[in-house]
Structures are given as structure tokens and as C-alpha cells.
């Protein structure tokens, strides 16, 4: 792609609004902390200290809208404390340009290696520098600078003791994520009613996941409709392909199909209940409709084989939803719910039931334990080539250029410029281009319309911390809704609090906006000279994605081949790493859309050709984990030697990957080929293989390996371009059904 196609993409991106869910209440309670706060600073200490702290309560509020699974009032303390410690430092230098500036580079580089902990921790990082970078502005002594960090500290307890005390939706993102998982499982089994090859993406169950890795006091709280329902939605997913499927299940066509359908759309309505249950906190409501389906003895008179096992496993799932998402509601709803529960699990006695899976408890560590973590993640990313350690790089030297620009500048108020800077960078290449672009539009908007309120109105104290508070009041309010209308309100909050505290108001739309023009620049042309590019790890994350499948779908064959001495363990972590890898291939390939880059031996044609392969193969051995055999079944030899070349070929092929050639598959292709030779000889003998379910799931994943060898061979294509990730040529187009 062009750089200017790059630029147009990524500034259309950048000042975009979406239409999101408002939280008023939280937005509300946000501006009343900031607004307490500023209150109890004006009584007590004036303007200039009321303005700081008012940066600690602002900051802390926004701290906690982060994406993240700890509770509220820690981020809101982290962020606050934080916030304090570098304010006071920066005063502590603030007046020896040399000292502040080395201050400025160490505690940029730290910021930008924070992103090693995650997103979460990056921002309120960048954020502490951005705001350091105005707060020492403001007229103190080093005696009183102690007092300013204080009440900065003093915001975010006021901030977190809110939470507590006015708490809205307890454990509201983690009821979220559960009933997203659970949402997104009814969806699928709806349109595998229609399509028996659809899609499923797997971020819903790996966010739900993430949002269930509780710390030992969390765990003790949880409420108690949160503590298994996710386990049983990661056990869904494959009975339901595996229902759905033609090719190892039952026809395309005829009285079978149809009462596939039913069942699919009859779980479809049962699991969107519990997800709503839960979402609510309330009791589950179940379709009367649906559970009778489910009940119908007709299952057992028409299908047969994997779909019968599958059938059954699924109605014993089923009732386990229904029995763990059952919330606060009356005594006749609890007993409908629980009768019916029982009742579909009755149903399914008489059957084998599902396999006993290892139970993976996430764990998140306390927020003392997390420190070393946190460092150990940040020293590994002090390697040469590390896309983190050139965001930290960056960001320090932009920083301080910016600070020298904008002291050199004769328009005063030089912070715009790095502040404006240290805010739009991001270790990725299109966040940072479109954050530089909503942010300069963000900066004309909010500052023009503050600077014209304040020529209007020419505001006191009072009237300018009134004002400061509402524009926080619509930044929380709306900052979900897009990046530039958080500028808008930021802009607009920081000129009317600068004002109150004694700032001039003489300093024009043009100055404010040349300097927030020169960080965004800043920003743009350091990410030109010293890039991290994703578009030529592409192979490399690909590689990744194909050794973890492989190893996935080795541990499930594996099971056939010996399972009265295997637990179900390897078999879950195998799944989860291909998950992780298979995310951060479409994390990179989304990166790498709109990035000025030449193709570097992966065109998008190939890139489309091997996820859909890889997604192909995952689902075949998803098939098969459908209906992993219990300890007393009968081994099947042949499945070990299988799983062996899978496991050889597939780390094999990985590095062919990375090294620019197509991988080759002749050695499990041959294990196939004496698998079948054996089942051959061995027709009409009591040694015949007693269910060909398994070899049949084999078949299906050396046919999209030699698919994906295909497809990598189809050779760069530098003339065809993205189309977004929704258009023709995009990732999704022919994403397939992953894991």
C-alpha cells in the first residue's frame, strides 16, 4: 500500500464515530469525584493545587472505563498514586531544563515499555507523562510540591472510595464477557442450522476466559452463577459442530438433518436465555418450546453413531447451563429452571457421558505479586527487534524533541506538543496514525469552542472548575464513541482547569493548535524513521499459528490411540495455545492492512488461502475432540503413529514457513496411507477397525494441510490490495471455523 493511501485510511479511521451503549451512571459518578475533589481543593488550598488534583481525579476516572479484569478502585489507586509520584518528581526537576528532560526520557522509555503488561497498563502510563507534562507547569515551590502530589493521590482515593460506596453493575465486565461467550454460542448453533460449515470466532470464549482469571479475594466474591458456566460453553462448541457436520455426521438432507435443525435452533434459544440470566443477574427463563424439543425421545429413534453421542452429550451440557447460570429469581422460576435441567439430563443417562476434562483454573496474581511479573515482562522485551523496545525508543525521543520544540516555541505553553505526542503513540503503526490525526481534529474543536466560551463569557474561578467538570462529564460519557470526540472534551477540560488556575487566556486557537500539530507530526514521522512493521513477521506469526494447530490436533488423536492412560489436559492447553496463536496471527494481519510496506513474501491472496486452510484443519480436529473416547474404550494403535508424523510435519512445516518455502507433508501422508492399508487387510477379521470416525477426522486434517501447501504456493501477489477486513479480499471473507 501507498503512503498516501496509508494516510487516507488511517486519518478516515482515526475520525470516525461509532454509535456505542452509554454509561451514564458511571459517567456521572466519575464527574462528581472530580467535582468533590476540586471542592474540597478550592476550600482548602486554592486554585493552583485544585487543579492538580483535579488531574489526579480525572485521570484516575478514566483509568478505571480501561479494558481490565481488575477491580475498579485498584485502577482508580494505581492510577492515582502513579499519577502522584510523577508529578512530584517532575516539580522536584522542573526547574533545571537538563534534569526535567533526562526525567522526561527515563519515565517515556519506562511508559513505553509498559505495554509489556498490556494495553491497560501502556495508557495509564502514557497518560502520567502526558499530564506530568502540564501539571508542572503550574506556579509552586519544591516546599508545597509534596502537598500537590498529595492531593493528585488524594483524587484517586476519592475516585476508588466512590466505586465502593456507589457501585454500579458488581461485577458488570465479567457478566459481560460470559454472556458474550455464551451469545456468540447461540449464534453459532443457529447458523450451523443453515450452513453446517460456519464460522465461529473464538475471542468471545478466550475473553470470557480472561475475564474468569480472578485473584484469591475476587474468587471468594464471585457470585455464584459466574463460576462454571464458561467451562461448559469451551465443551459446547465442538458437540455442535460436530452435530452440524455432514461429512462426519449426519446427511445434508432428510428427517435427520431437520431434526438436527431443531436441536440447534432449540439450543440456540436456551443458551441465549442463560446468557441474558446472567448478563441480568436474574432468574433464567427458559422457552417452553425449546426444552421440549430437547426432551422428545424422537433424537434417539433417528440419528445414530457420533450424532447420537453428540446429541446426548449436548442435552447433558445443556442442563449444566441451565443448573450454573440460575440467578436470584422466585421459587417457581428456580424450580422450572432446575425441573428442566433434570429432566434433559435424565434424558441422556442412559448414554455414555461427556468425557471428565482437566479442570484449567485461571488465576490472576495480587497487585504486589504482579510487580515482578510486570518487570520481567518489560526486561524480556530489551532484545533487539522487539516492536515494544522501538515503541519505548520512540516515545522518549519524540518526548523530549517535543518538549525543546515547544519550550523553543514563542507561543508559551510548550507542553501541547509533547503532551499531544506521548498521547497518540502506540507501539502499532495505524493506532498511532489515527490517533494523531482525531487528536489534532479533536484539539481544533475542543480548544476553539473553549476559547470561544471564554472570550464569550470570561469565566471566574467558580464558573471556569464548573465548566472543567462538565467537559469531563461528556469526555466519559462519550469517550467510547471514538478517540476524536474524547479530544474534543480533553481539550476544551484542560484550557477551562488551566484557567482556573490563573492560566492566560490570551494564548490563542492558532498557538494551541500549531504546537498539538507539531506532536502529531512528531509522532507520525518517528514511527516513518524508525518503524516496527508487522507486515514482514507475517510468516513468522502464521509459522506460529501452524506448529500450535499441529500440536492441537496431535494431542486429540493421541487420545484415541491410548486413552485409558491419557487425561484430557494436553489436549485443553493445546487448544489454548492455538487460540492465542491463531489471534495474534489476525491481530498482526490487521496491523499489517494499511501499512506502507511492500509485500515481503506473503501476499494477501496467501494470507486469505492458508487461515482459511489452518482454520479448516483446527476444525477437523475439533471434530474429533467432540467425542474423545473415555477410559475404557477400545485403543486405536494407529492413531499414535498418526499423531506423531502430525506433531514432526507440522513443526516442520512451521520453519518452512519462516524460511519461504512450502511445507511438506509426505510423512504423515504415509502414516495415513499404512493406517489405511492395515484397515484394508484387516476387513472380515475380528482385528476390523470398530469405528472409522477417527480415520475419517484424519482424512480431513491432512486434506487442509495439503490445502494450506496450496495456498502458500500460489506465490506473492503484489498486485492485489486489502480491502478492508470485511471486503472482498479480507480476513474474514473466508475466515473459517477456528478454534
Known amino acids: ?72 478502585p485498584v485502577l482508580a489507586l494505581v492510577s492515582g498514586a502513579s499519577l502522584a509520584v510523577s508529578t512530584f518528581l517532575g516539580y522536584l526537576t522542573g526547574s533545571r531544563t537538563l534534569l526535567f528532560l533526562a526525567l522526561l526520557v527515563l519515565w517515556t522509555f519506562v511508559a513505553g515499555l509498559s505495554w509489556a503488561a498490556g494495553p491497560t497498563a501502556g495508557i ?105 458456566p464458561r467451562g461448559i460453553a469451551e465443551r459446547i462448541r465442538p458437540v455442535l459442530a460436530s452435530l452440524a457436520d455432514p461429512s462426519l455426521g449426519v446427511p445434508a438432507e432428510g428427517p435427520e438433518r431437520e431434526r438436527v435443525r431443531e436441536l440447534l435452533a432449540a439450543t440456540g434459544s436456551m443458551l441465549d436465555s442463560a446468557a441474558r440470566a446472567i448478563r441480568h443477574g436474574g432468574p433464567v427463563e427458559l422457552n417452553p418450546s425449546a426444552v421440549a424439543v430437547l426432551r422428545t425421545p424422537d433424537t434417539g ?6 450424532p447420537l453421542r453428540a446429541a446426548d452429550r449436548l442435552a447433558v451440557l445443556l442442563s449444566d447451563v441451565i443448573e450454573t447460570a440460575e440467578g436470584e429469581g422466585t421459587k417457581e422460576q428456580d424450580d422450572k429452571a432446575v425441573e428442566a435441567a433434570e429432566e434433559l439430563k435424565a434424558r441422556a443417562d442412559h448414554r455414555p457421558a461427556a468425557p471428565h476434562r482437566h479442570r484449567h483454573r485461571p488465576h490472576r496474581p495480587s497487585l504486589l505479586r504482579l510487580i515482578p511479573v510486570v518487570a520481567k515482562a518489560m526486561r524480556a522485551e530489551l532484545r533487539p527487534g522487539s516492536p515494544i523496545l522501538r515503541h519505548a525508543v520512540r516515545i522518549s525521543v519524540v518526548a523530549a524533541v517535543g518538549y525543546l520544540i515547544g519550550t523553543a ?47 464569550l463569557t470570561h469565566p471566574g474561578v467558580t464558573t471556569a472548575a464548573v465548566l472543567a467538570v462538565l467537559c469531563a462529564l461528556l469526555m466519559y460519557l462519550l469517550m467510547r464513541t471514538g478517540y476524536v470526540v474524547g479530544q474534543c472534551c480533553v481539550s476544551a477540560y484542560v484550557v477551562f482547569l488551566l484557567g482556573m488556575a490563573g492560566d492566560d487566556w490570551s494564548q490563542t486557537v492558532l498557538e494551541r493548535v500549531v ?71 489476525q491481530e498482526a494481519l490487521d496491523a499489517a492492512q494499511y501499512e506502507p510496506v511492500r509485500n515481503r513474501g506473503l501476499s494477501r491472496a496467501a494470507a486469505d488461502d492458508t487461515q482459511h486452510a489452518l482454520a479448516q484443519f483446527g476444525r477437523a480436529a475439533m471434530l474429533l475432540e467432540a467425542h474423545l473416547p473415555d477410559g475404557g474404550a477400545t485403543p486405536v494403535p494407529n492413531a499414535g503413529r498418526l499423531a506423531a508424523a502430525l506433531r514432526r510435519c507440522t513443526e516442520q512445516g512451521a520453519k518452512a514457513v519462516r524460511e519461504r518455502r512450502v511445507p511438506d507433508w509426505t510423512e504423515a501422508r504415509e502414516a495415513l496411507a499404512e493406517w489405511d492399508a492395515r484397515v484394508r487387510a484387516a476387513e472380515g477379521t475380528d482385528r476390523a477397525e470398530p469405528d472409522p470416525f477417527v480415520r475419517e477426522g484424519a482424512h480431513l486434517l491432512l486434506d487442509a494441510l495439503e490445502e494450506f501447501s496450496q495456498g502458500l504456493d500460489g506465490g506473492p ?23
Open 124 to 228: 495509564i502510563a502514557a497518560s502520567n507523562v502526558a499530564i506530568m507534562l502540564v501539571t508542572v507547569t503550574l506556579p509552586t515551590s519544591i516546599a508545597n510540591s509534596a502537598v500537590h502530589a498529595g492531593m493528585i493521590l488524594f483524587g484517586g482515593l476519592v475516585q476508588a472510595a466512590l466505586i465502593v460506596l456507589f457501585p454500579v453493575r458488581r461485577w458488570g465486565v465479567q457478566r459481560d464477557a460470559l454472556a458474550d461467550a455464551l451469545a456468540a454460542e447461540a449464534d453459532y448453533a443457529r447458523r450451523l442450522r443453515h450452513d453446517p460449515l460456519a464460522p465461529f470466532d473464538p475471542v468471545p470464549l478466550m475473553t470470557a476466559r480472561s475475564a474468569a482469571a480472578l485473584t484469591a479475594r475476587q474468587a471468594r466474591r464471585r457470585p455464584p452463577e459466574l463460576r462454571g
Open 515 to 585: 504546537l498539538t500539530l507539531a506532536g502529531g507530526l512528531l509522532a507520525m514521522v518517528s514511527y516513518a524513521v524508525y518503524p516496527a512493521w508487522e507486515t514482514p513477521r507475517l510468516r513468522g506469526r502464521l509459522g506460529d499459528w501452524l506448529k500450535a494447530d499441529g500440536r492441537y490436533a496431535a494431542a486429540v488423536v493421541e487420545q484415541y490411540a491410548d486413552p485409558a492412560e491419557r487425561g484430557h489436559g494436553d489436549v485443553r492447553s493445546a487448544l489454548l495455545d492455538t487460540r492465542e496463536a491463531r489471534v495474534a496471527w
Open 1 to 72: 500500500m501507498s503512503w498516501l493511501r496509508a494516510l487516507k485510511e488511517t486519518a478516515r479511521s482515526g475520525l470516525s464515530i461509532e454509535r456505542r451503549r452509554l454509561e451514564p451512571l458511571i459517567a456521572i459518578r466519575g464527574a462528581a469525584g472530580l467535582a468533590l475533589v476540586i471542592g474540597v481543593a478550592l476550600a482548602f488550598f486554592g486554585p493552583v493545587v485544585a487543579a492538580s488534583s483535579a488531574f489526579g481525579a480525572f485521570q484516575a476516572a478514566i483509568a478505571t472505563f480501561q479494558r481490565s479484569w481488575r477491580p475498579r
Open 301 to 306: 429413534t433417528l440419528l445414530t453413531g457420533p
Open 409 to 455: 516555541l514563542p507561543f508559551g505553553h510548550g507542553y501541547w506538543a509533547p503532551m499531544a505526542a506521548v498521547m497518540s503513540m502506540r507501539p502499532e503503526f495505524t493506532q498511532t496514525y489515527e490517533r494523531s490525526t482525531a487528536r489534532f481534529g479533536g484539539t481544533i474543536v475542543g480548544v476553539s469552542a473553549a476559547t470561544g466560551i471564554v472570550q
Open 717 to 739: 501477489d503484489t498486485t492485489r490490495e486489502p480491502d478492508g477486513p470485511n471486503g472482498p479480499n479480507g480476513p474474514n471473507e473466508r475466515s473459517g471455523t477456528a478454534r
